[in-house]
DNA sequence: GAACCGTGGTA
DNA sequence: TTACCAAGGTT
């Protein structure tokens, strides 16, 4: 690299961090407490996920596992319970192992190397820069969606943003601009850039402090950067998911695998197969005699790579009294309870509507 | 290395 | 309505 790049490098943390100053997110909850424990599970929450959205979550989590020690003894289906809705559940478990990892290898003492970092589950190499950064000031790039967008507009970048080549790119250039002054404040900057000036849509050029660098604001292709790649559609899938109730109002629900959607979380028993019959279903997996039945309306379920078509059926069982199931695999659950138990969103919908249904 | 993994917001 | 995608990582 020349020596005017690297002039220019320097230029721009400086510029970005003299704006972070006055108007950077500098109140975020994880910010509070100068611990590598709390910054860690920030961290992951907000992999893929929005600050707005993950905060509720995070005084959830630290409230219930306020110390890595807590998070390493408790139960993975409890911490299940409190990410149950913040989505890819893949997050907590890894968490979750990694806690007990540092609890058996180093008893909690949470790890200042970043290659120990990069070995636990759950954390790649931007996560891992980003605890370095941000619990101990040292100089570890990021790369995040935010990162990402404001260097392809500065220097212009019109590749694929999923290439392995332009993340190559990429990579190199997030490290020829992190600063070694204030690496944690820089990180920090160049994210909160992203989503308060440099944004997706609309991005407010005008009150960018780094306008004077960015390729793409000096040739008035902002809205070209990064290019935007079609992607296919995603596929249909359907199944049915029965509620099916003892006397006492409990309902069944059933352990996901612990890979696979909704890894690990109890959800409704699920029918695959849309010709398959109730009746014999329920028989043959559940061993439950199932009398009558009704089918609720459909709902729409998103996710990432496909679309889910649910059709709930409330199912009623032929039983005098309250039938017990494999406690492993089976749940008899009472919503008023508050019972350790992750439900996925969709079935928390599904359990609205009924409540909504009954109710008229 | 491509597919997989959730949910909510936004245009 | 539809499509994109956000503080990515794992297999």
Same mark, same amino acid.
């Given at each position: 690299m020349n020596k005017k790049t690297r002039y220019s490098d320097r230029e721009f943390s400086s510029d970005l961090l003299a704006w972070y100053t006055v108007?950077? @997110?500098? !109140?975020?909850p994880w910010k509070q407490l100068d611990s590598p424990y709390h910054i860690w599970i920030s961290e992951v929450m907000l992999q893929q996920t929005q600050v707005e959205t993950v905060i509720p979550y995070y005084w959830k989590f630290i409230r219930k596992f306020p110390d890595m020690r807590s998070l390493a003894n408790a139960e993975v289906d409890s911490v299940l319970s409190v990410w149950a809705?913040? =989505?890819?559940?893949a997050r907590a478990r890894n968490l979750h192992r990694a806690a007990r990892i540092i609890r058996d290898d180093r008893d909690c003492e949470f790890p200042r190397d970043f290659g120990q970092l990069l070995s636990?589950?759950? #954390?790649?190499r931007s996560t891992a820069g980003a605890i370095m950064a941000f619990s101990y000031n040292l100089r570890y790039p990021i790369l995040d969606g935010n990162v990402k967008r404001v260097l392809m507009r500065i220097h212009a970048i019109d590749g694929d943003p999923g290439a392995r080549e332009t993340q190559a790119l990429l990579w190199k250039i997030a490290d020829a601009k992190t600063?070694?002054?204030s690496p944690g404040d820089y990180n920090q900057a160049i994210m909160d850039l992203g989503a308060m #000036?440099?944004? @997706?849509?609309?991005?407010?050029c005008l009150n960018c402090p780094v306008r004077n660098h960015c390729q793409a604001y000096q040739s008035q292709?902002?809205?070209?950067?990064p290019r935007k790649i079609r992607r296919a559609k995603r596929p249909v899938r359907s199944c049915r998911m029965l509620l099916i109730s003892r006397p006492d109002g409990d309902v069944l629900l059933q352990k996901r695998p612990?890979? =696979? #959607?909704?890894?690990g979380l109890w959800s409704l028993p699920q029918m695959?197969?849309?010709?398959?019959?109730i009746r014999r279903f329920c028989a043959e997996s559940l061993e439950l005699e199932v009398a009558t039945w009704r089918e609720m309306d459909m709902l729409r379920h998103h996710f990432t790579h496909y679309e889910l078509l649910i059709h709930p059926v409330v199912c009623s069982i032929d039983h005098s009294g309250n039938p017990t199931m494999d406690e492993e695999r089976f749940l008899w659950y !009472? @919503? !008023?309870?508050?019972?350790d138990a992750g439900i996925p969103t969709a079935v928390e919908r599904i359990f609205k509507n009924l409540e909504s249904t009954e109710n008229k």
């Open positions: 108007h950077g @997110r500098q !109140n975020l809705g913040l =989505g890819y559940y636990l589950p759950g #954390i790649g600063p070694g002054d #000036i440099c944004k @997706r849509a609309a991005p407010s292709a902002v809205a070209d950067y612990p890979h =696979g #959607i909704w890894g695959d197969d849309p010709k398959a019959g !009472n @919503r !008023n309870l508050g019972q």
